[in-house]
């Protein structure tokens, strides 16, 4: 009977309690993950209290076996080198399914002493982390003994599941999925997407595209309709004196009074820059393609697709695309002469770390571009758009 009771282990044999330890432990793990690892250590999003730095940094290390240096380090690295061949896990460079099922490798491959060096600047370098967290085993290691403590011989499935559902979603999941299915709020210079927009299984790293729009604003969700459920979690710390984030997404304010562009328009520009092209792709784009659409009836069809067409960052295109635009720029010259003019925009945003001047100079022949576009073509939109624009202001510094 001892020989049994030991078997079921100190909680018994049960599976709904065994999946109940499963789904939390796992989850706790997504939390320390996007809070510590990804937001606080990767991304500096928020300041975090010394307890929590250490209580999230040994969670990740004991159910997952990674290191906070590596993991900051292989991260940075991928927002530096999103889709190119030095990109740790981009789905565009080494395909969907190797990311979505060997991520780890890929996450594991990446960890070099170069990459370390170079992009692990900041993150702990103390006796624990050379000594015990860079034993990838060991925690893991201790994990099964307490799941066998708990379950008994279960206690291997246990184990088992714990160690293929956190890689499968932190690291298949995010690093795959987010960059290859999914919606787009922003066309960030890269192929990430936001997975969905409730987002709680994965604790808002779902977002990704918003994310990368934003790498370092504290909270996932941008739109009214989206849900980041880290961010409930970080609210929730906060209130209890345990973190305090950064500001959230950028910082603009718009002055209607306004009507000439000056430097403080161009600086809160450029931090709204992706919010700006989609403001482009639904206040400009959209109208015309669905007056384009009410009038030429038979050529619905055509223009299903027309704002994508036009909007889409290059990186996201494919070749069916590029064909499908060459034909609607073919029967529709001013949806090309609207697409020209918006590649000439992201030049002007291409020129930001240039000169002040220049950049000035580059924003207002934009804007002048943009009034003779608007009244050849009729575009009453685009004027206002530019208009708008041009109220964009920095907020004003308040003295407490
Ligand atoms: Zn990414
Ligand atoms: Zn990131």
Redesign the pocket.
């Known amino acids: 009977m001892e020989f049994l009771d030991w078997w079921y282990g100190l909680l018994g044999l049960s599976i709904p309690t065994a999946a109940i330890y499963i789904l939390v432990t796992t989850h706790v793990t997504f939390i320390a993950i996007t809070v510590y690892l990804?937001r606080f250590s990767?991304?500096r999003a928020m300041t975090m209290h010394p307890a929590l730095q250490h209580v999230m940094r040994f969670w990740v290390w004991f159910t997952t076996g990674m290191g906070t240096k590596s993991w900051t380090a292989v991260?940075r690295k991928h927002?530096a080198l999103t889709e190119t061949e030095g990109d740790p896990h981009s789905p565009k460079v080494k395909g969907l399914w190797t990311i979505l099922f060997k991520g780890v490798e890929a996450y594991r491959d990446a960890i070099t002493p170069d990459t370390l060096e170079k992009y692990g600047k900041g993150t702990p370098d103390d006796w624990l982390e050379n000594n015990i967290y860079d034993q990838d085993k060991l925690g893991v290691g201790m994990l099964l003994v307490i799941d066998l403590l708990l379950f008994g011989s279960v206690g291997l499935v246990v184990w088992g599941i714990q160690m293929i559902w956190v890689p499968f979603f932190a690291a298949g999941v995010i690093n795959g999925v987010g960059h290859a299915i999914g919606y787009r709020n922003f066309e960030c210079p890269d192929a990430s997407k936001n997975i969905v927009p409730i987002a709680f299984f994965i604790c808002g790293e779902e977002l990704h595209n918003n994310?990368h729009t934003y790498?370092n604003s504290p909270k996932l969700s941008v739109k009214k309709w989206e849900f980041d459920l880290g961010w409930g979690y970080i609210k929730l710390f906060e209130f209890f004196g345990l973190c305090k984030p950064n500001k959230v997404g950028p910082v603009i304010e718009k002055d209607k009074t306004k009507s000439a562009i000056d430097f403080d328009t161009l600086r809160a520009l450029a931090n709204d820059r992706f919010a700006v092209m989609s403001k482009f792709a639904n206040q400009v784009v959209s109208p015309v393609v669905s007056s384009l659409s009410s009038e030429n009836g038979n050529s619905r069809k055509l223009l299903q697709k027309a704002k994508r067409a036009i909007c889409r960052d290059p990186i996201v295109m494919d070749q069916k695309m590029s064909q499908y635009q060459e034909q609607l720029f073919k029967q529709f010259p001013v949806l090309a002469e609207i697409y020209r003019h918006k590649e000439e925009l992201l030049k002007v945003w291409s020129k930001r770390t240039g000169r002040k001047e220049e950049l000035l100079k580059a924003f207002g022949n934009w804007c002048e571009a943009s009034e003779k576009i608007a009244e050849r073509w009729r575009l009453e939109h685009l004027s206002k758009f530019v208009d708008e624009l041009k109220s964009y202001s920095v907020p004003k510094l308040t003295s407490a």
């Open positions: 990804h990767a991304h991260h927002h994310h790498p």
